[in-house]
């Protein structure tokens, strides 16, 4: 992979994983808030389950293949 797109790579991850840490504690403030919005609280919690997907994805695409 040619170095500037590892590097756009690695900051599309660091994006993701400082929008995934947010979500955290979004989700984490609602839900101590009561009466809180369920579905805001299940969408916000789907769409933190997709970052997951995302960060998992863009992490596994940088690391290089290995033969055993």
């Given at each position: 992979?040619?170095?500037?797109?590892?590097?756009?790579?690695?900051?599309k991850?660091?994006?993701?994983?400082?929008?995934?840490r947010?979500?955290?504690?979004?989700?984490?403030r609602?839900?101590?808030?009561?009466?809180?919005?369920?579905?805001?609280?299940?969408?916000?919690?789907?769409?933190?389950?997709?970052?997951?997907?995302?960060?998992?994805?863009l992490?596994?695409?940088?690391?290089?293949d290995?033969?055993?």
């Amino acid at each position: 992979m040619i170095d500037y797109q590892q590097e756009e790579l690695r900051r599309k991850l660091e994006d993701l994983k400082v929008e995934h840490r947010d979500l955290d504690d979004v989700i984490t403030r609602l839900s101590q808030d009561a009466p809180y919005d369920q579905l805001q609280l299940k969408r916000l919690k789907k769409r933190k389950l997709a970052l997951k997907d995302q960060i998992t994805l863009l992490e596994s695409s940088l690391v290089p293949d290995i033969i055993a």
